[in-house]
């Protein structure tokens, strides 16, 4: 399998309600070289942006109070260049579709989810 090197520069926020999961999602990036910071609320994923734009935020589609398609909208606005990819354990394929629909040109990648798998789709949306 091809290693995708994400360079140093880049910097990647990751957006999960599930705190085990995206702490120690961030934290296996980081033994691979990958520049993280990661949140479990949208609101800190706002106020971060607000502070510094990110080159990619990956985003969980269900969160409460605001959607990961909700959150894209609004980080979109104070970072017009940020990339996003979604991730779902939840739903079916209407649901995943729409969802696709609603979020453009985004990237999905299901939940459990694999890191190689998520690694490959970073190298995919800036274009490594």
């Given at each position: 399998m091809k290693r995708v090197t994400v360079g140093g520069e880049m910097k990647i926020l990751l957006v999960d309600d599930e705190v085990e999961f995206v702490s120690a999602l961030a934290e296996r990036l980081t033994l691979r070289g990958i520049d993280v910071e990661w949140v479990s609320r949208p609101e800190d994923a706002?106020?971060?942006v607000e502070q510094r734009c990110y080159d990619l935020a990956v985003l969980d589609v269900k969160m409460p109070r605001l959607s990961g398609i909700g959150l894209k909208?609004?980080?979109?606005?104070?970072?017009?260049?940020?990339?996003?990819?979604?991730?779902?354990?939840?739903g079916s394929e209407e649901s995943y579709e729409a969802g696709t629909a609603?979020?453009?040109?985004?990237?999905y990648l299901m939940k459990p989810l694999k890191l190689n798998?998520?690694?490959?789709?970073?190298?995919?949306?800036?274009?490594?």
């Open positions: 706002i106020s971060r909208v609004i980080l979109q606005k104070k970072c017009p260049d940020m990339k996003f990819i979604f991730l779902t354990g939840h609603e979020a453009g040109s985004a990237y798998d998520l690694i490959r789709k970073i190298g995919e949306v800036m274009g490594s």
